[in-house]
Nanobody, 123 residues
Framework: QVQLVESGGGLVQTGGSLRLSCVGSGGTFSSYAVGWFRQAPGKEREFAAAITGSGRGTLYADSVKGRFTISRDNAKNTLYLQMNSLKPEDTAVYYC????????????????WGQGTQVTVSS
């Protein structure tokens, strides 16, 4: 059973930066694609970014492209999301997801989920 634990969320002002981390355990981390999704209050969970097992392929939602960077360190079983130029609309609970066969925008592609970390961007 794969377990994912996110960290790095917090409160930041508009224009600020945060880096989220997600540590995986209980599986072969490098063998599957992983991603970040987010869910704002009253809204559905939405895709933010994903990365292939090797780390050579990435996908981004249009809303975060150019501001967020997804990366992974398979030696440390860790996924990252560097978030720059944050906006109030980025406020959400951010979830790490794993287990996809390739980088995917669909939450249905991922078998394992973390508990989420709150990101709040003040205006």
């Amino acid at each position: 059973q794969v377990q994912l634990v996110e960290s790095g969320g917090g409160l930041v002002q508009t224009g600020g930066s945060l880096r989220l981390s997600c540590v995986g355990s209980g599986g072969t981390f490098s063998s599957y694609a992983v991603g970040w999704f987010r869910q704002a209050p009253g809204k559905e969970r939405e895709f933010a970014a994903a990365i292939t097992g090797s780390g050579r392929g990435t996908l981004y939602a249009d809303s975060v492209k150019g501001r967020f960077t997804i990366s992974r360190d398979n030696a440390k079983n860790t996924l990252y999301l560097q978030m720059n130029s944050l906006k109030p609309e980025d406020t959400a609970v951010y979830y790490c997801a794993a287990g996809a066969s390739t980088a995917s925008r669909s939450y249905r592609s991922y078998a394992y989920w973390g508990q989420g970390t709150q990101v709040t961007v003040s205006s």
